[in-house]
């Protein structure tokens, strides 16, 4: 698939425009869509001492975008029954017990833990090792209750990484690069620069000077954004990442007003009108990153730079509503397939539930359930359990059952879902 050439050339204005108003001495932009990538480009200077060009194989530090790779990690552990979501981080690490903190809560920003470890780091930039952030937990305060709000912190995401420790018997840095980088070659992506790595830089905002920024040692607090990556290898973890629903699932509203920016597990989800844009994004001492990805259309960008001040005039999310705009989603064509199983034999077709029509249809292999009319955010699918018996799998009533009712001659008669019944006519409740 290749993207319309004035999607590329917008993309390429909007990328030198960041470029020249931030100021910054490089950026690098990509684009994708699924495990495609569609684009990539590069401005500037990648080390200014040596004059050496931007590439798009040039590595970033992408900061807190690490903190997806934790999450993912945390939920991997999670799917091998090695710890629970709702299980209180003191479980995993006694130091950091707190009533009301838990794995969950601490994905999602919602903990309450302050945001970052104790004493001025961010002046020092001398970050704790294991021992010290531990014995310093102490000294950590509690600056809100546990699930009443989203508040960032990067001293929980540096906590979850002794959770992966522990529950996963190595190191967090380790877990993540065999475990999610090596299968799906990120090659690119290093716990701190590696090859062809660009310089950071502070850039003066009232002259044309660019400072050389040092990469600080960030020790225990590497998982919460001590890796560097590419645009190549970031789109396709983006790729990877739209494939995790669960991930995906709002935990917490960050802007409780409007309803713009909610937090899901290790994920920001923005709301621009009628789209939702999934991702994170990264600021590190000398870089700046962005990934973001609309799932309904299949397409993301990146844009990584090496400026820890680039310009805030700017919108990085405004590059991906650009391309699901450019990119729509084409519907697949009707084709004839398989029968319905003979159990539903008499089961197809229309059904009212609280004076509603429900159609109970195959489609694709699945028994659904649809509103005619109603545009539902997503299908209701229902999967088989047993004799006469479905789960419902996605949608209305996710999670609950339906159960099928037949008469003397084995005819269906009846529906239980969720414990409502459904019958072939119209009828009040109760009757």
């Excluded at 029968?339 to 699945?366: C, H, K, Q, Y």
């Excluded at 996710?398 to 019944?421: C, Q």
């Amino acid at each position: 698939m290749s993207a319309p050439e004035s999607l590329l050339a917008d993309l390429r204005r909007e990328l030198i425009r960041f470029q020249r108003e931030s100021p910054a001495p490089s950026a690098t932009a990509a684009l994708f869509r699924g495990d495609e990538l569609l684009w990539t480009e590069s401005v500037g200077l990648a080390d200014v001492e040596t004059g050496r060009e931007a590439t798009p194989d040039s590595q970033y530090a992408i900061a807190s975008i690490t903190k997806t790779f934790v999450a993912r990690a945390i939920l991997m552990l999670r799917d091998e029954g090695k710890l629970k979501l709702d299980d209180p981080l003191g479980a995993y690490v006694p130091e950091a017990d707190r009533e009301g903190v838990t794995i969950r809560r601490a994905l999602a920003h919602s903990s309450g833990v302050q945001r970052e470890t104790p004493g001025e780091v961010w002046e020092s930039l001398d970050f704790p090792d294991r021992e010290r952030l531990l014995a310093e937990m102490s000294d950590a305060e509690q600056v809100l209750e546990p699930g009443r709000q989203w508040h960032y912190s990067n001293l929980v995401y540096a906590l979850l990484g002794q959770v992966i420790e522990r529950a996963g018997g190595i190191p967090p840095e380790q877990f993540v690069t065999e475990r999610i980088l090596g299968p799906l070659g990120l090659d690119r992506t290093t716990w701190g620069p590696g090859e062809n790595a660009a310089t950071g830089y502070f850039v003066e905002r009232f002259a044309d000077v660019a400072v050389p920024e040092p990469v600080p040692d960030k020790k225990a607090v590497a998982p919460a954004g001590a890796l560097f990556s590419t645009v190549g290898d970031l789109a396709k973890w983006g790729a990877a990442l739209m494939e995790q629903d669960e991930m995906h699932a709002v935990q917490v509203m960050a802007d409780p007003d409007r309803w713009l920016l909610g937090w899901a597990l290790g994920l920001e989800i923005n709301r621009r009108g009628d789209r939702l844009f999934a991702g994170h994004a990264g600021g590190a001492v000398g870089h700046a990153s962005w990934l973001f990805y609309s799932r309904r259309e299949r397409v993301g960008t990146v844009l990584l730079t090496n400026t820890e001040n680039p310009s805030m005039s700017f919108d990085p999310i405004s590059l991906t509503e650009k391309a699901a705009e450019a990119l729509p989603v084409e519907d697949e064509p009707w084709r004839p397939g398989a029968p319905a199983p003979a159990e539903l034999d008499g089961v197809l077709g229309i059904w009212w539930g609280e004076g509603v029509d429900w159609w109970f249809e195959w489609r694709d292999g699945s028994l659904e359930a649809r509103r005619p009319g109603r545009n539902l955010p997503t299908r209701t699918l229902f999967e088989r359990e047993g004799e006469d018996v479905y789960r419902t799998v996605s949608g209305r009533e996710h999670g609950e059952r339906l159960k099928i009712v037949r008469d003397a001659d084995g005819r269906p008669v009846k529906l239980y879902w969720a414990t409502y019944p459904f019958t072939r006519t119209a009828e009040p409740l109760g009757r």
